[in-house]
């Protein structure tokens, strides 16, 4: 942040020295700004403040004489006298840090924390040298267990309140508390209602002391012997800023960076955990072919990259470009992705490039829309519209940010979902829309008629963001398009920001891995003479996205599918044609990071090494480009993706001029026209990172796309069906969790959640098992009664394993219906 | 007139045993006091405790007319909460007052809220008192069918609903602010003052008066009364008359309503109508003058009169109004620690130097007493106290959030500095104590001012 400007300054002395402060600022803040650090416990910038360990005790004149203030609690007011050095403020300090040693175990040679303990730094810096405490400490059972990934010790406890502010303030997850008094106080859970947060490793982050310790970190390492590197979490697209904690080529932990844009230091259990599928043993260290008897077996790169090679030259002499199809991407760098587009568009000359799996947005959408920033989504007094998505499930920091917006700053959210989702208990209007008919519970918001008149005026906003995300599998992604579409033409200020989920999406759009688009978010057309410089050539046509190239192999037309890093049979929606696809194609070849349930169709295996493992950039959901690092090497032979796209080049008689991430980058700034200006050197001196499009390109570069919706109608409601909804779960049964121990076990299956009232017209008993049927197929699930679902609607959760949804959606319907029958 | 003769203003019906009925209250001049009120303009209520100097009887002895002027103008809701979480170790006159007087103290809410502007008071008691709950949920019951309570009383616009809340048994809950979080449904624990006074940031970060329950008992009869009579009582700024509760080794424990600012201790503790004197007819070693927070006072300052500011220019209060009396042959370490474990145990645990500190005073006590004290322990308990209330000066400068922590300290200064030879035996020889205390004794000697004031 800027210096306060002079007149608007507020100023006080601190220690005898003039300090020009902000005003409304603490003294805390204060003085740490100007080079005075006053020891703290319980106070966190992130949280509202509490003065309860009473470490920043320090003399304060505010014109009535010297008196101890924690300085925590204390906002600066002119001509303040601070004195945090004084004979009577250092007494104080020193008598506080006596009191939290008292009882405080000297475990710290066995303790997680120690050698990074707040306390134990303080009492180097600020306490006394021995202990006048002869009497027994207090005992606890060392150390319980408050949740799958978190223990509790209380011993070492200081009840300085920062995780249970956490889960209250911040998290909104009142799972741990102050229980009993006196010196008997500690934190605890209560019987059978462990802390069980999405946001649980936080308060291993944030404890002062080794009172709360993450269970995958425990006893890995001394925090002397690690090294650090700061970059980007990529397990979901909101690009969390992270230091990755490793030693000895192994990475031991994620924490959480301050990123002021971004996740201010916090991280969800999935990010901060998952660090444990880098090196998971199912990784794939080497090339896999698939033998006549239809094993996968080990090879060299040279002969698995030759025959890959093979397989895709025959397919363009037989079929042109148009027969070689790439599905994913979306878990790769900016770089590879560059690569992977160059590779399948300026070599090989196909559009049927898709990084999404039917499961996304439309690309000319999520590319030409006004983008917000989170920041810009969660202003103070804004508006913040959210329609298919749920920020806890699918981008659980973001929804951190929305909660302190709404509960702390007065946002307004508004939520339109086709049941209640994590944000409906903080939104101000929480309306339910029928499946697949967002749009037309949009227009009637638009017209503000009766009861919908407040809502209206919630988005008449000089501030209004949408939050635009593909909540639901079962339903085509057309209706919130024409619902973004009629927003747009009513308020034309509104801006969007991106509910996509999955890692560097935007990132993999952004370069052009998605039909109809080059680099820098420009169409083909736009982009076709500047690319034919720069490539020497440019597919002609529009190509298939993922559906299109499934249906096509189905058919025959794709000799060579290339899976990068995707799953289609779990993750797209349409399980049945995912599968006629991967049995259509000629040859498929799958680079991965570890196999998944589409492996099994691959010829062709390409290991490749994942997050922690690769240097680069990624973009998140504001279009924000920030850096990844490299910690530890790769399992054995695995490569990275961009490696891997110029291999193949070579073998097809290309150089795609990539020899590592920095000239990829370089290419990329210099040839997109959303990138210009972001250079290696830019984006080095902005640790946030830079937007994507914001940037003014020069006048030679293609104009980025903008958006137009085409019309949309959506199908009546068909009274004898129920729609289906598809919900998704923080924790699900995909492949970086399921490799993840840690995580593996939070996973739930799932059940069909349907309203009572529903149950009881059709005669479907409320428990047991039911037959869900639509025309697609049919599968049997577990039925659980919800009254919060709205009636003509049922739930299935997306991806946790059997019975899973993706059986019973027609990717070519608008929307799914299903009937239920009761099984014998 | 003798100081024995002062009229009873709050305890007038503790010896009826229907006292806290309705038919009783109103038969004998109850809800008049309100009817004066809502005669006058709100402010003229105010100014009408004002000037009978009605000072708070929950311990802090502030002026009630003046605090409820803290509220910020023109911010409503307001709230009045009732402070019945009387839990003072040696205080038990508010429960008299809600058990055998339920109306009067319902009447005081009412006239509070008037002056007040408040449409909603809250009835905070103590978890414990099961019959003072019950009698004021009756009370609040037949009040509201009467009419006293509820929309439009007695055809004004003044409209008012009193909330009755059980605490569930902590002390710290007696403090304002805990209270304020307990009624919210929160773990009771203070909050801190700064920004959270009350009268600004309270329930629901609404204005909030919080009062004792003997200040709003006061306020039927200065209404029917009216201040002057209120205030021809008393001396200084101690006027009308108060409830003590007395307690320890005298003849008659009990509480007794006296004129404030006459009567001596001597008085309260000899006279046969209130404590009788020493039982056994022993000699007087020490007394608390105002609740087990209080710094102690000693045989020579029995001629002190129950004045809040003469007993405050000594280094003590009159508190909660709780004199608890120590004989010839008490322990006076045992003493000491039986207080500090109260004050440990009843820590809330929020800030560290009470719930570390409070703690560790009771350990180091009760080593001394199981006969394993050492010469330094003396110079440790008062540096820790030190580290608690900074300098143990009076008033206190504590390094808390609330007074509860440096409460633990009083008795621990008073016990070391009076009574160090009976230290000394427990520890096995005569100790030395190096740490400089500014305030303890605390207590000074007692000098009657009016020789000064006529010089």
């Given at each position: 942040?800027?210096?306060?400007?002079?007149e608007?300054?507020?100023?006080?002395?601190?220690n005898?020295?003039?300090?020009?402060a902000?005003?409304?600022?603490?003294?805390?803040?204060?003085?740490?700004?100007?080079g005075?650090?006053?020891?703290r416990?319980?106070?966190?910038?992130r949280?509202?403040?509490?003065?309860?360990c009473?470490?920043?005790?320090v003399?304060?004149?505010?014109?009535?004489?010297?008196?101890?203030?924690?300085?925590?609690?204390?906002?600066?007011?002119?001509?303040?006298?601070?004195?945090?050095?004084?004979?009577?403020?250092?007494?104080?300090?020193?008598g506080?840090?006596?009191?939290?040693?008292i009882?405080h175990?000297?475990?710290?040679?066995?303790?997680?924390?120690?050698?990074e303990?707040?306390?134990?730094?303080?009492?180097?810096?600020?306490?006394?040298?021995e202990?006048?405490?002869?009497?027994?400490?207090?005992h606890?059972?060392?150390?319980?267990?408050?949740?799958?990934n978190?223990?509790?010790?209380?011993?070492?406890?200081?009840?300085?309140?920062?995780c249970?502010?956490f889960?209250?303030?911040?998290?909104g997850?009142?799972?741990?508390h102050?229980?009993?008094?006196?010196?008997?106080?500690?934190?605890n859970?209560?019987?059978?209602?462990p802390f069980?947060?999405?946001?649980?490793?936080?308060?291993?982050?944030?404890c002062?002391?080794?009172?709360?310790?993450?269970k995958?970190?425990?006893?890995k390492a001394?925090?002397?012997?690690?090294?650090?590197?700061?970059?980007t979490?990529?397990?979901?697209?909101?690009?969390?800023?992270?230091?990755?904690?490793?030693s000895?080529n192994?990475?031991?932990r994620?924490a959480?960076?301050?990123?002021?844009?971004?996740?201010?230091?916090w991280?969800?259990?999935?990010?901060?955990?998952?660090?444990?599928?880098?090196?998971?043993?199912a990784?794939?260290?080497?090339?896999?072919?698939?033998?006549?008897?239809?094993?996968?077996?080990?090879?060299?790169?040279?002969?698995?990259?030759?025959?890959?090679?093979?397989a895709?030259?025959?397919?363009?002499?037989k079929?042109?470009?148009g027969?070689?199809?790439?599905i994913g991407?979306?878990?790769?760098?900016?770089?590879s992705?560059?690569a992977?587009a160059?590779?399948a568009?300026?070599?090989i000359?196909?559009?049927?490039?898709?990084?999404?799996?039917?499961?996304?947005?439309?690309?000319?959408?999520?590319?030409?829309?006004?983008?917000?920033?989170?920041?810009?989504a969660?202003v103070a007094g804004?508006?913040l519209?959210?329609i298919?998505?749920?920020?806890?499930?699918?981008?659980?920091v973001?929804?951190?940010?929305?909660?302190?917006?709404?509960?702390l700053?007065?946002?307004?959210v508004?939520?339109?979902?086709?049941?209640?989702?994590?944000?409906?208990?903080?939104?101000?209007?929480?309306l339910?829309?029928v499946?697949?008919a967002?749009?037309?519970?949009?227009n009637?918001?638009?017209?503000?008629?009766g009861?919908?008149?407040p809502?209206r005026a919630?988005l008449?906003?000089?501030?209004?963001?949408?939050?635009?995300?593909?909540?639901?599998?079962?339903e085509?992604?057309?209706?919130?398009?024409?619902?973004?579409?009629?927003?747009?033409a009513a308020?034309?200020n509104?801006?969007?920001?991106?509910?996509?989920?999955?890692?560097?999406v935007?990132?993999?759009?952004?370069?052009g891995?998605?039909p109809?688009?080059?680099?820098g978010?420009?169409?083909?057309d736009?982009?076709?003479?500047?690319?034919t410089?720069a490539?020497?050539t440019?597919?002609?046509?529009?190509?298939?996205?993922?559906?299109?190239?499934?249906?096509?192999?189905?058919?025959?037309r794709?000799?060579t599918?290339?899976l990068?890093?995707a799953?289609?049979?779990?993750?797209?929606?349409?399980?049945?044609?995912?599968?006629?696809?991967?049995?259509g194609?000629?040859?498929v070849?799958?680079?991965?990071t570890?196999?998944n349930?589409?492996?099994?169709?691959?010829?062709i295996?390409?290991?490749?090494?994942?997050?922690a493992?690769?240097?680069?950039?990624?973009?998140?959901?504001?279009g924000?480009?920030?850096?990844?690092?490299?910690?530890?090497t790769p399992?054995?032979?695995?490569?990275p993706?961009?490696?891997?796209?110029?291999?193949?080049?070579?073998?097809?008689?290309a150089?795609?001029?990539?020899t590592?991430?920095?000239?990829?980058?370089?290419?990329?700034e210099?040839?997109?026209?959303?990138?210009?200006?972001?250079t290696?050197e830019?984006?080095g001196?902005?640790?946030?990172?830079?937007?994507?499009g914001r940037?003014?390109?020069?006048?030679?570069?293609?104009a980025?796309v903008s958006?137009?919706?085409p019309?949309?109608?959506?199908?009546?409601?068909?009274?004898?069906?129920?729609?289906?909804v598809?919900?998704?779960?923080?924790y699900d049964?995909?492949?970086?969790?399921s490799h993840?121990?840690?995580l593996?076990?939070?996973a739930?299956?799932?059940?069909?959640?349907?309203?009572?009232?529903?149950?009881?017209?059709?005669?479907?008993?409320?428990?047991?098992?039911?037959?869900v049927?639509?025309p697609?197929?049919a599968i049997?699930a577990?039925v659980e009664?919800d009254?919060?679902?709205?009636?003509?609607?049922?739930?299935?959760?997306?991806?946790?394993g059997?019975?899973?949804?993706?059986?019973?959606?027609?990717a070519?319907a608008?929307?799914?219906?299903?009937r239920?029958?009761?099984?014998? | 007139?003798?100081?024995?003769?002062?009229?009873?203003i709050?305890?007038?019906?503790?010896?009826?045993?229907d006292?806290?009925?309705?038919?009783?209250?109103v038969?004998?001049?109850?809800y008049?006091?309100?009817?004066?009120a809502?005669?006058?303009s709100?402010?003229g209520?105010?100014d009408?405790?004002k000037?009978?100097?009605l000072?708070?009887?929950g311990g802090?002895?502030?002026?009630a007319?003046?605090?409820?002027?803290?509220?910020?103008?023109?911010v409503?809701?307001?709230?009045?909460v009732?402070?019945g979480?009387?839990?003072?170790?040696g205080?038990?006159?508010?429960r008299?007052?809600?058990?055998?007087d339920?109306?009067?103290?319902?009447e005081?809410v009412?006239?509070?809220?008037y002056?007040?502007g408040?449409?909603?008071a809250?009835?905070?008691?103590?978890?414990?008192?099961?019959?003072a709950q019950?009698?004021?949920?009756?009370?609040?019951?037949d009040?509201?069918?009467?009419g006293?309570?509820?929309?439009?009383i007695?055809?004004?616009?003044f409209?008012v609903?009193?909330v009755l809340?059980?605490?569930?048994g902590a002390?710290?809950v007696?403090?304002?602010?805990?209270?304020?979080?307990?009624l919210?449904?929160?773990?009771?624990?203070?909050?801190?003052?700064?920004?959270?006074?009350?009268?600004?940031?309270g329930?629901?970060l609404?204005?909030?008066?919080?009062n004792?329950v003997?200040?709003?008992?006061?306020?039927p009869?200065i209404?029917?009364?009216?201040a002057a009579a209120?205030?021809a009582?008393?001396?200084?700024?101690?006027?009308?008359?108060r409830?003590?509760?007395?307690?320890?080794?005298?003849?008659n424990?009990?509480?007794?309503?006296?004129?404030?600012?006459?009567?001596?201790?001597?008085?309260l503790l000899?006279?046969?109508?209130y404590g009788?004197?020493?039982?056994h007819?022993?000699?007087?070693?020490?007394f608390i003058p105002?609740?087990?927070?209080?710094?102690w006072?000693?045989?020579?300052?029995?001629?002190?009169?129950?004045?809040?500011?003469t007993v405050g220019?000594?280094?003590?209060?009159?508190?909660?109004?709780?004199?608890?009396?120590?004989?010839?042959?008490?322990?006076?370490v045992?003493?000491c620690?039986r207080?500090?474990?109260?004050?440990?145990?009843?820590?809330?645990g929020?800030?560290?130097?009470c719930?570390e500190?409070?703690?560790?005073l009771?350990?180091?006590?009760?080593?001394?007493?199981?006969g394993?004290g050492?010469?330094?322990?003396?110079?440790?308990?008062l540096?820790?106290c030190?580290?608690?209330?900074?300098?143990m000066?009076?008033?206190?400068?504590?390094?808390?959030?609330?007074?509860?922590g440096?409460?633990?300290t009083?008795p621990?200064?008073?016990?070391?500095?009076?009574?160090?030879?009976?230290?000394?035996?427990?520890?096995?020889?005569?100790?030395?104590?190096?740490?400089q205390?500014?305030?303890?004794?605390f207590?000074?000697?007692?000098?009657?001012?009016?020789?000064?004031?006529?010089?």
């Amino acid at each position: 942040m800027p210096e306060a400007p002079a007149e608007t300054a507020v100023a006080i002395t601190v220690n005898g020295k003039a300090i020009a402060a902000r005003p409304g600022e603490l003294v805390i803040d204060a003085a740490e700004r100007n080079g005075v650090y006053i020891p703290r416990f319980c106070y966190h910038h992130r949280m509202e403040p509490v003065g309860m360990c009473r470490m920043c005790l320090v003399e304060v004149d505010t014109g009535r004489g010297m008196a101890l203030q924690p300085s925590c609690m204390l906002t600066v007011a002119p001509d303040m006298v601070v004195e945090t050095e004084s004979p009577v403020a250092k007494k104080a300090q020193d008598g506080i840090l006596e009191f939290l040693l008292i009882n405080h175990p000297l475990d710290c040679p066995v303790c997680d924390k120690g050698g990074e303990c707040p306390l134990q730094d303080h009492t180097v810096a600020f306490g006394p040298g021995e202990s006048r405490f002869v009497e027994e400490k207090r005992h606890y059972e060392k150390p319980i267990s408050i949740s799958e990934n978190v223990y509790l010790d209380r011993e070492r406890c200081i009840l300085c309140d920062r995780c249970t502010r956490f889960a209250k303030d911040v998290a909104g997850d009142t799972l741990i508390h102050f229980q009993d008094r006196g010196n008997g106080t500690q934190i605890n859970t209560f019987p059978d209602h462990p802390f069980a947060s999405y946001f649980s490793g936080n308060t291993v982050q944030i404890c002062p002391v080794g009172a709360l310790t993450a269970k995958p970190y425990r006893f890995k390492a001394r925090p002397w012997d690690l090294d650090v590197v700061e970059s980007t979490c990529t397990d979901c697209a909101v690009g969390c800023r992270i230091v990755i904690d490793g030693s000895r080529n192994e990475v031991l932990r994620y924490a959480g960076v301050d990123s002021d844009p971004v996740n201010w230091s916090w991280l969800c259990d999935k990010g901060r955990f998952g660090f444990e599928k880098v090196g998971a043993d199912a990784r794939l260290s080497a090339p896999l072919v698939k033998e006549t008897n239809g094993d996968l077996v080990e090879t060299r790169w040279a002969d698995a990259l030759t025959q890959a090679a093979r397989a895709i030259k025959a397919g363009l002499d037989k079929n042109g470009p148009g027969g070689t199809a790439i599905i994913g991407g979306a878990h790769l760098t900016n770089e590879s992705a560059y690569a992977w587009a160059k590779l399948a568009k300026g070599v090989i000359g196909t559009d049927n490039v898709d990084a999404q799996l039917g499961d996304g947005l439309p690309a000319a959408m999520v590319a030409g829309m006004a983008r917000a920033t989170i920041d810009e989504a969660c202003v103070a007094g804004g508006t913040l519209l959210v329609i298919g998505s749920d920020p806890k499930d699918e981008l659980a920091v973001l929804f951190l940010r929305i909660r302190d917006a709404v509960t702390l700053h007065k946002t307004t959210v508004v939520e339109l979902s086709p049941r209640a989702t994590s944000l409906s208990e903080i939104a101000a209007h929480s309306l339910r829309s029928v499946p697949g008919a967002v749009h037309e519970l949009v227009n009637q918001i638009i017209a503000g008629e009766g009861d919908l008149a407040p809502v209206r005026a919630a988005l008449a906003n000089d501030h209004l963001t949408v939050l635009l995300g593909r909540g639901s599998m079962a339903e085509s992604a057309e209706a919130t398009v024409a619902a973004a579409a009629a927003l747009l033409a009513a308020f034309p200020n509104v801006k969007f920001l991106s509910g996509l989920r999955r890692a560097n999406v935007h990132g993999a759009l952004d370069l052009g891995l998605t039909p109809g688009f080059l680099p820098g978010r420009v169409t083909l057309d736009d982009g076709r003479a500047w690319f034919t410089e720069a490539w020497d050539t440019v597919p002609a046509e529009p190509g298939l996205d993922a559906a299109g190239i499934l249906a096509a192999a189905a058919d025959g037309r794709i000799d060579t599918l290339i899976l990068l890093g995707a799953d289609p049979l779990a993750d797209f929606p349409d399980r049945e044609l995912a599968t006629r696809g991967l049995k259509g194609a000629r040859t498929v070849i799958a680079v991965e990071t570890l196999l998944n349930s589409s492996s099994a169709f691959a010829h062709i295996v390409l290991p490749a090494a994942g997050a922690a493992e690769v240097d680069g950039t990624t973009t998140n959901i504001e279009g924000r480009v920030s850096t990844v690092r490299q910690k530890v090497t790769p399992p054995g032979t695995a490569r990275p993706d961009w490696m891997i796209a110029a291999e193949l080049a070579f073998r097809l008689g290309a150089d795609l001029n990539i020899t590592d991430a920095a000239s990829a980058w370089a290419e990329i700034e210099r040839l997109s026209a959303a990138h210009a200006g972001m250079t290696a050197e830019a984006l080095g001196n902005e640790p946030d990172g830079l937007i994507v499009g914001r940037t003014e390109p020069d006048v030679e570069r293609p104009a980025m796309v903008s958006f137009s919706a085409p019309a949309f109608e959506a199908p009546a409601v068909d009274a004898y069906s129920l729609r289906l909804v598809t919900t998704r779960r923080l924790y699900d049964q995909g492949t970086l969790v399921s490799h993840s121990p840690s995580l593996a076990g939070l996973a739930v299956s799932g059940s069909l959640l349907a309203n009572p009232t529903d149950l009881d017209r059709l005669g479907v008993a409320p428990s047991g098992n039911v037959k869900v049927s639509s025309p697609r197929g049919a599968i049997t699930a577990a039925v659980e009664p919800d009254a919060t679902v709205p009636p003509g609607t049922v739930v299935l959760a997306w991806n946790q394993g059997d019975p899973s949804p993706n059986a019973l959606i027609d990717a070519a319907a608008p929307v799914t219906e299903v009937r239920l029958e009761t099984t014998s | 007139m003798a100081v024995t003769d002062a009229p009873k203003i709050t305890s007038s019906r503790f010896d009826l045993a229907d006292g806290h009925t309705i038919e009783r209250y109103v038969a004998t001049g109850g809800y008049q006091g309100l009817k004066a009120a809502l005669a006058k303009s709100p402010s003229g209520v105010v100014d009408e405790v004002k000037s009978a100097s009605l000072l708070g009887r929950g311990g802090a002895g502030f002026p009630a007319g003046v605090k409820w002027g803290f509220c910020p103008p023109g911010v409503f809701p307001r709230y009045l909460v009732v402070n019945g979480d009387e839990s003072e170790p040696g205080t038990y006159k508010d429960r008299l007052l809600m058990e055998k007087d339920p109306h009067q103290l319902i009447e005081g809410v009412l006239i509070g809220c008037y002056a007040v502007g408040c449409s909603q008071a809250f009835l905070y008691v103590r978890g414990e008192m099961a019959l003072a709950q019950e009698r004021i949920a009756q009370a609040l019951n037949d009040a509201y069918a009467a009419g006293h309570i509820g929309k439009n009383i007695y055809g004004t616009e003044f409209s008012v609903d009193i909330v009755l809340h059980w605490g569930a048994g902590a002390y710290i809950v007696g403090e304002e602010t805990a209270l304020i979080e307990s009624l919210e449904g929160n773990r009771g624990m203070p909050r801190l003052k700064p920004p959270f006074f009350p009268a600004a940031k309270g329930l629901y970060l609404q204005p909030t008066i919080v009062n004792n329950v003997e200040t709003l008992a006061n306020l039927p009869w200065i209404m029917s009364n009216g201040a002057a009579a209120f205030a021809a009582l008393g001396a200084e700024n101690s006027k009308g008359t108060r409830i003590f509760a007395v307690s320890g080794h005298v003849k008659n424990p009990g509480v007794y309503e006296v004129e404030f600012g006459v009567t001596t201790f001597r008085d309260l503790l000899y006279a046969p109508v209130y404590g009788g004197g020493i039982r056994h007819d022993r000699e007087l070693k020490a007394f608390i003058p105002g609740g087990a927070s209080a710094p102690w006072l000693y045989p020579e300052h029995l001629d002190v009169p129950l004045e809040a500011a003469t007993v405050g220019k000594l280094g003590t209060m009159l508190g909660s109004g709780a004199v608890v009396v120590f004989d010839e042959q008490t322990d006076m370490v045992k003493a000491c620690h039986r207080l500090v474990r109260f004050f440990a145990r009843e820590s809330c645990g929020k800030c560290t130097p009470c719930r570390e500190g409070t703690s560790w005073l009771e350990k180091i006590l009760e080593r001394i007493i199981d006969g394993l004290g050492r010469p330094e322990d003396l110079d440790l308990l008062l540096d820790i106290c030190d580290n608690i209330s900074v300098g143990m000066n009076w008033p206190p400068r504590q390094t808390t959030i609330c007074p509860l922590g440096q409460s633990a300290t009083s008795p621990i200064a008073s016990a070391v500095m009076r009574f160090r030879d009976e230290f000394e035996a427990y520890l096995g020889g005569p100790a030395e104590i190096t740490v400089q205390v500014k305030g303890p004794a605390f207590v000074g000697p007692y000098v009657h001012e009016e020789a000064t004031a006529d010089a």
